[in-house]
């Protein structure tokens, strides 16, 4: 049985709101912000980051990305991805990594304790220019929902969605604030938050509501 390493409202959300949404036994492990600081934490995390997985044989995955990958394509018959191997398997991974890889990231790049700020002035500019990133990177991932929707891979529900959702929930500068900028992506926010199997995890990690 898997193991998750869960902080409520961080990281940990879409690998959470996957299991729950695929119905896969797991155990939750709730953990503190000083819990996730200690140095055991590092052997199942090198960087201290949330989420891990724990897996059967003693070994643990981290990094969100790579578990909801991981999650998608060992249980292929819950169908949060296509096919491994497929075309479209590349292309569900290529907007996965997008996602992870570019909007994450300039999220984090406003965060109150960022760590490329030497100074306050120099957070208030990266903040302002982490908007601006974010923007793009949000009118990127709408442009495909008004062309391709309902969800990220069409008429498909996916992982996707489920990281989607999770990154828009921190939305810079708020969470209503990208609704309004972007309706496709409100839209799919929405579907995502209406999802029976997902109700108890959303009041559990406190996004039920956007945040304004």
């Not at 193991?3 to 409520?8: E, G, P």
Request: proline content about 6%; some cysteine.
């Amino acid at each position: 049985m898997y193991k998750l390493y869960n902080v409520k409202a961080w990281g940990s959300m879409s690998v959470h709101f996957l299991l729950e949404e695929m119905g896969v036994p797991y155990t939750n492990i709730w953990m503190t912000p000083e819990q996730v600081a200690a140095p055991e934490y590092r052997g199942l995390s090198p960087l201290g980051y949330i989420p891990a997985l724990g897996l059967d044989d003693g070994s643990a995955l981290f990094e969100s990305a790579a578990i909801v990958s991981f999650l998608a394509a060992a249980h292929p018959d819950k169908g949060m991805a296509p096919q491994p191997g497929s075309n479209e398997h590349g292309e569900f991974l290529s907007w996965l990594h997008f996602m992870s890889t570019n909007l994450y990231v300039a999220i984090n790049m406003s965060d109150h304790d960022n760590f490329y700020a030497r100074d306050e002035k120099e957070a208030k500019f990266l903040t302002t220019k982490s908007i601006e990133r974010c923007d793009q990177l949000w009118g990127i991932l709408a442009k495909r929902l008004e062309a391709e929707g309902p969800w990220l891979m069409g008429e498909a529900f996916s992982a996707l969605d489920i990281y989607a959702f999770m990154l828009c929930c921190w939305g810079k500068p708020t969470e209503s604030s990208v609704h309004v900028k972007f309706p496709a992506i409100a839209k799919l926010v929405e579907a995502v938050r209406a999802r029976p199997k997902l109700k108890a995890a959303l009041e559990a990690h406190g996004v039920m509501e956007p945040r304004s």
